[in-house]
Antibody, heavy 116, light 108 residues
């Protein structure tokens, strides 16, 4: 089973872009669906989107206009960018992956706070 | 978008008892691509059940999933301390992937 680890700033200012990276180990980054999922404090889970293989992406329509997910196979990493953030984007962000759409392996999560 | 509604919101039980959790979908979940996750405080969700009734690797047999179409159930026999947590159902049949609102299993 793969291991995933999120990294990136824990504090982002309103209107700026949130950027996170997930490093994958334990298997090739190819042939997996790599997702980002978030969880506001005390609330439920929201799927943000995924990237597959050579770069095919699928985003949640609720965030699609602000989201970009990319992959760097040479570094075994994939990344999330969320533009024009507000306080409503404050959440724990998880990276996750699986052979199909089901995210069966998860990172530990990283808290990102949007505040000036 | 498939909306998943979980019930009850909170379940109060004692260790050793059985828990029965429900997940209802707003439309048919194709191929029964319905999963269950357990989330303990401060941790990432952990996959328990996939495709409605298949236990994930390393998951003990006190966990079982059933159901099809729009109605799904997670049963936990003989609750152990680590089972007092929040449980989420999730569908991977239709985009966007969606999660239920969660059921909290608390110690009575």
């Amino acid at each position: 089973q793969v291991q995933l680890q999120e990294s990136g700033p824990g504090l982002v200012k309103p209107s700026e872009t949130l950027s996170l990276t997930c490093t994958v180990s334990g298997d090739s980054i190819s042939n997996y669906y790599w997702s980002w999922i978030r969880q506001p404090p005390g609330k439920g889970l929201e799927w943000i989107g995924y990237i597959y293989n050579s770069g095919s992406t699928n985003y949640n329509p609720s965030l699609k206009s602000r989201v970009t997910i990319s992959v760097d196979t040479s570094k075994s990493q994939f990344s999330l960018e969320l533009a024009s953030v507000t306080a409503a984007d404050t959440a724990v962000y998880f990276c996750a992956g699986g052979r199909g759409w089901l995210p069966d392996s998860w990172g530990q999560g990283t808290l990102v706070t949007v505040s000036s | 978008e498939i909306v998943l509604t979980q019930s009850p919101g909170t379940l109060s039980l004692s260790p050793g008892e059985r828990a029965t959790l429900s997940c209802r979908a707003s439309q048919t979940v194709g191929n029964n691509y319905l999963a269950w996750f357990r989330q303990n405080p401060g941790q990432a969700p952990r996959l328990l059940i996939y495709d409605a009734s298949n236990r994930a690797t390393g998951i003990p047999d006190r966990f079982s999933g059933s159901g099809s179409g729009t109605d799904f159930t997670l049963t936990i026999n003989r609750l152990e301390p680590e089972d007092f947590a929040v449980y989420y159902c999730q569908q991977s049949a239709h985009s966007p992937l969606t999660f239920g609102g969660g059921t909290k299993v608390e110690i009575k």
